[in-house]
């Protein structure tokens, strides 16, 4: 059984402050890795994914993969109240492994 | 525009009633969804379907039944073998085996009277 652990949070920053989000998974053949956003009574939504071993950047938001340590994180500079949300953390077996497995999830809340 | 669509956005049923949930995406993608989620909980694979007239029961698919006619539809069934079906549920598609990013769809929430 493949298993996406993650912090339940709440996770509390203040606005402006860099916020952490961690994920490890079980599977050491995983090859690629999503993070989700999702607001309350939304569906979620795409921020990241990564498959190689380092960071990656997109604006504000930084994806960091270790696949020697089977962990993946999300970091969030500059964060602002409408950055509170949930965020997901996925992981998939890669070729033609079609199924993503989902961590529960990690409750971010940016205080003004 | 393209996207997902899922409908209803609420949905009701009665004791051993059979419901079901429509799908539907413009994206040209090959590959389909569904997933359940609970409050506090991550989302659990109901069904996939990676092809037209092909699909698989993922972790959780007791109680529920999909079809794949048209690649644009993905319909879930939930009957009335779901004993708890009360749950926000999320379609959700890809592109193809190579390109594993799934985007999900607004979501239904179904709830038993």
């Known amino acids: 059984q493949k298993e996406v652990e993650q912090n339940s949070g709440p996770l509390s920053v203040p606005e402006g402050a860099i916020a952490s989000l961690n994920c490890t998974y079980s599977?050491?053949?995983?090859?690629?890795f999503f993070w989700y956003r999702q607001y309350s009574g939304k569906s979620p939504e795409l921020i990241m994914s990564?498959?190689?071993?380092g960071d990656k950047e997109d604006g504000r938001f930084t994806a960091q993969l270790n696949k020697a340590s089977q962990y993946v994180s999300l970091l969030i500079r500059d964060s602002q109240p409408s950055d509170s949300a949930t965020y997901l953390c996925?992981?998939?077996?890669?070729?033609?492994?079609?199924?993503?497995?989902f961590g529960k999830g990690t409750l971010l809340t940016v205080n003004p | 525009d393209g996207g997902i669509t899922q409908s209803p956005k609420y949905l009701f049923r009665k004791e051993g009633q059979n419901v079901t949930l429509s799908c539907e995406q413009n994206?040209?993608?090959?590959?389909m969804y569904w997933y359940r989620q609970d409050p506090g909980q991550g989302l659990r694979l109901i069904y996939y379907?990676?092809?037209?007239?092909?699909?698989q029961k993922g972790d959780i698919a007791e109680g529920y039944s999909v079809s794949r006619e048209k690649k644009e539809s993905f319909p879930l069934t939930v009957t009335s073998a779901q004993k708890n079906p009360t749950a926000f549920y999320l379609c959700?598609?890809?592109?193809?085996?190579?390109?594993?990013?799934?985007?999900f769809g607004p979501g239904t929430r179904l709830l038993v009277l």
């Open positions: 959700a598609s890809s592109r193809d085996s190579q390109k594993e990013t799934q985007y």
């Open positions: 599977d050491r053949g995983s090859q690629s």
């Open positions: 990564i498959y190689s071993n």
């Open positions: 996925a992981v998939g077996g890669g070729g033609s492994n079609y199924k993503l497995t």
């Open positions: 994206l040209n993608h090959d590959a």
């Open positions: 379907s990676q092809i037209v007239n092909d699909f």
